[in-house]
């Protein structure tokens, strides 16, 4: 039985013509809407207090801050589920005379919380901490230095030791040190209370954006308003 040329030519381009493969659809789940307040946060505070800074007034040179707040993973790692968890910080800061600037040092543990579907694990999943324990040097402008509201934006830099925690599947990370960059804005209430935003920029998988809530000693104007 004989095939004609045309006949010929379909059968052979349908041999040589490799099927086209689709991509499946991942449902996203390392949406997180907490990244996008924090940087509202951080723009608004900026662009209000950058409107109402004054004259600083002079302040006790030496304050310093204990906090606590919520974290949430910033972005996403290995098509984890984002969950909250917490933060804890100390900070020594010396307030410049006469000037809106501080500086100080700072010690910040943020851990990063997410889960893993598996079917074949009990409970259907598995949960991977990521933590960091943060270390180093910051620096703020205080726009109304002295008064009872006080916005500010400021920057942390330093180095961090990594780790992480979890099930024997968790995905691990060689690397035991990283460097810390920790942008940050917020206001200071009555002298004495610090409401904070800020993202600790770590390494993939370890990125967090965080709201704390802060007591400060010291740092008190020295004369009365």
């Known amino acids: 039985m004989s095939m004609t040329p045309h006949l010929l030519h379909i059968i052979t381009q349908k ?7 689709q991509r499946p659809n991942k449902p996203k789940t390392d949406y997180n809407p907490m990244n996008k307040i924090i940087a509202l946060i951080i723009a608004c505070t900026f662009c209000i207090a950058s409107s ?11 304050e310093f801050e204990g906090r606590t707040g919520v974290t949430m993973p910033l972005g996403g790692y290995h098509g984890g589920n984002n969950e909250a968890s917490m933060t804890f910080g100390l900070e020594l800061r010396y307030n410049t005379k006469g000037l809106h600037w501080d500086c100080g040092a700072f010690l910040q543990f943020d851990a990063v919380v ?3 579907d598996m079917t074949d694990h009990p409970g259907g999943y598995w949960s991977q901490t990521n933590r960091t324990l943060a270390y180093g ?3 703020d402008y205080n726009f109304r230095q002295g008064y009872k509201v006080n916005p500010f934006v400021g920057i942390g830099i330093g180095g961090g030791s990594i780790d992480q925690v ?4 968790c995905h691990t990370v060689s690397a035991k040190n990283a460097f810390v960059f920790m942008p940050r804005a917020g206001v200071e209430l009555f002298h004495h209370i610090r409401l904070t935003a800020h993202c600790m920029i770590v390494r993939r998988g370890f990125h967090t954006a965080a709201l704390t809530i802060g007591v400060v000693i010291g740092g008190r104007p020295k004369n009365k308003e």
Do not use: D, M, W
């Not at 041999?15 to 493969?21: E, I, V």
């Not at 109402?52 to 030496?62: G, I, S």
């Open 15 to 21: 041999r040589l013509t490799p099927p086209t493969k």
């Open 52 to 62: 109402y800074a004054v004259e600083p007034r002079l302040v006790q040179q030496f």
């Open 114 to 116: 997410r889960h893993f």
């Open 137 to 139: 040097i910051t620096g």
């Open 166 to 169: 979890g099930s024997s599947n």
